[in-house]
């Protein structure tokens, strides 16, 4: 899918570091990750920050055939102090950000699937006519995702409601709806139970509610909560809710933009509202777990891996090697018309590679994603393995699907994680599935403890949340 994203990269300068950032930069950078084709819009300085930006923008495999280089503007920045120990936020200052031109081609190129856009770019009166432009399109395109994002005082009445008559889907948290409930600065009528609207969600609700009778553009209003989650108020009054995030905050920044890129790429290709959050909220939470707002994938570190092959090494479905149930038949599948083999996850590949340099045991072969039926976001190869000698195998570098099999993680409808028998259509007989054997709690546990921290990964939840 094409994504059309439209706003300002800018680092945020701290006393001894700066750490890249701007809303629509980190949506397109976990856009991308997904396996959306994103064009980012957006300027920079012609300098060292906009040389550093566009590097930034190259590690995290984000285009920038679509970002300007600004001989006459700085490329953005935001200062970021402390005060009684709270973050400030500087972004005063004219910067590129405020004179995004429209590229050369935006007009002519094919239509995106959704166009995205917030509010602080438009505080620039070039940026905002460039959006406008942008936005004639809008009728051609599937959504327009406008997430909010409200910086200080970097917006006005007008602004907000000429965004939100231009989009198909509005996120915004829970403090920004509270924004819109101000009587001074508001897209909707306030009551004076709105005034406890960070405290109520029933207000939210009422306020969802009124922004959808008047705006009849809106087909949902997306609310996020913090480490209360987030709902969905579909046109027509239909609220899906999330689960409670569960994550050890180390930074919320970034964190939103994470969320309205997976829920915009998972409702882009069908998902239902419900898989949406969840996928968003797995995504939001592994994001609250770094310092950087847009992270190294979790399982992309030889290390984790180890660990997990060293827990599963102590454990076996039975007291016995379950091979000997059925004469290794999962390894040899002697009446099998296709290779039998197995995928790796992502990372996984890093650690079985240094088994080959001791044993030569495996064959390799690199699949594309979109011919095997995986999740879009596994857009890095996916390795297809097989054993030479089966069933013989050196069994402490077996694959994770290899030490964890019956079992099948997926996830219930309030985003729990269960493990159950192996449902898909095998080319043989497991006695162990077939006879409904019983397998020893530790065997379970340390599975069901694995899957928690793989899920982490926000492209293995994808894989579990297509099976689910």
């Not at 969802?208 to 609310?223: G, I, P, Q, S």
Request: one cysteine or more; glycine letters at 4%; proline letters at 5%.
């Amino acid at each position: 899918m094409k994504l059309t994203v439209f706003g300002e990269i800018l680092w945020d300068i701290f006393d001894q570091e700066k750490k890249i950032g701007g809303a629509p930069f980190n949506f397109a950078a976990h856009a991308v990750r997904q396996g959306a084709d994103v064009h980012l819009i957006s300027a920079v300085g012609k300098d060292e920050l906009g040389d550093e930006a566009l590097l930034a923008c190259k590690k995290l495999n984000v285009p920038t055939d679509a970002i300007a280089r600004l001989a006459n503007y700085p490329t953005g920045k935001c200062q970021v102090t402390l005060k009684d120990g709270m973050p400030v936020y500087d972004l005063s200052g004219d910067y590129a950000y405020d004179h995004i031109p429209l590229p050369a081609d935006m007009l002519t190129d094919d239509s995106p699937s959704a166009i995205y856009f917030g509010t602080l770019a438009q505080r620039g009166r070039e940026s905002r006519a460039t959006l406008q432009r942008i936005l004639t399109k809008k009728d051609l395109v599937d959504e327009v995702f406008f997430d909010i994002n409200i910086r200080q005082h970097y917006y006005d009445d007008a602004l907000i409601d000429e965004s939100i008559r231009a989009a198909t889907i509005l996120k915004v948290s829970r403090e920004e709806i509270g924004v819109l409930a101000d009587a001074k600065k508001s897209a909707v009528n306030s009551t004076a139970e709105d005034k406890n609207v960070t405290r109520r969600p029933s207000n939210l609700n009422s306020i969802c509610k009124r922004l959808l009778e008047k705006y009849d553009n809106l087909k949902m209003v997306l609310v996020t909560m913090d480490s209360d989650g987030a709902f969905v108020y579909e046109r027509g009054g239909k609220i899906t809710k999330s689960k409670r995030p569960s994550c050890e905050v180390v930074s919320t920044v970034g964190a939103g933009d994470a969320f309205s890129a997976a829920f915009l790429v998972s409702y882009l290709n069908g998902k239902k509202i419900s898989d949406c959050l969840r996928r968003a909220i797995a995504l939001a939470s592994q994001v609250c777990e770094h310092v950087e707002a847009v992270p190294l994938f979790p399982m992309d570190d030889i290390r984790k891996w180890k660990a997990i092959y060293r827990l599963l090494n102590h454990v076996e479905t039975e007291v016995f090697d379950c091979g000997t149930l059925c004469d290794s038949a999962c390894c040899v599948c002697k009446d099998a018309t296709n290779d039998v083999g197995i995928y790796l996850f992502p990372g996984e590949h890093l650690l079985l590679r240094e088994s080959e340099k001791e044993q030569d045991w495996l064959t390799w072969e690199e699949q594309d994603q979109k011919d095997i039926g995986f999740p879009e976001s596994w857009t890095a190869p996916v390795y297809f393995v097989n054993c030479k000698t089966p069933p013989v195998c050196p069994r402490n570098w077996r694959p994770l699907q290899c030490r964890t099999f019956p079992l099948k993680p997926v996830i219930d409808e309030n985003g729990v994680l269960e493990l159950i028998w192996e449902d898909e259509k095998l080319p043989y007989t497991c006695p162990i599935i077939e006879q409904n054997m019983p397998i020893h709690d530790d065997f379970y546990k340390a599975t069901y403890t694995v899957w928690m921290h793989l899920l982490r990964d926000p492209r293995i939840m994808d894989l579990v949340l297509s099976w689910s």
